[in-house]
């Protein structure tokens, strides 16, 4: 993996670029949020996501967006953010 910053995927007029957050040493006794963005099978997708983790051991939150053509509300992201240690994005395309 680079060290390089990530860009915010945002629709901004100029990119941020922003430092990579530390990768986390495991995932034992973490909560996993997969946040369904709302597109088409997206949440089939989330299902299993849900079951491979559980298989694994792994606690999960499951998240959906109120629509797939607008970023996340910020309450849902801040709400995420206080209730997890990961996020996975489903997106099905």
Same mark, same amino acid.
């Given at each position: 993996?680079? %060290?390089?910053?990530?860009?915010?995927?945002?629709?901004?007029?100029?990119?941020?670029?922003?430092?990579?957050?530390?990768?986390?040493?495991?995932?034992?006794?973490?909560?996993?949020?997969?946040?369904?963005?709302?597109?088409?099978?997206?949440?089939? @997708?989330?299902?299993?996501?849900?079951?491979? @983790?559980?298989?694994?051991? @792994?606690?999960?939150?499951?998240?959906?967006?109120?629509? %797939?053509?607008?970023?996340?509300?910020?309450?849902?992201?801040?709400?995420?953010?206080?209730?997890?240690?990961?996020?996975?994005?489903?997106?099905?395309?």
């Amino acid at each position: 993996m680079s %060290n390089e910053p990530l860009r915010d995927p945002t629709a901004e007029t100029s990119g941020l670029r922003r430092p990579r957050q530390e990768r986390l040493p495991s995932l034992d006794g973490r909560s996993i949020a997969l946040l369904d963005i709302g597109k088409m099978r997206g949440d089939e @997708f989330v299902a299993r996501l849900e079951q491979l @983790f559980a298989g694994s051991g @792994f606690a999960t939150r499951t998240y959906r967006k109120p629509t %797939n053509a607008r970023v996340a509300p910020v309450e849902l992201l801040q709400q995420i953010a206080r209730e997890n240690h990961a996020v996975v994005l489903a997106l099905s395309d």
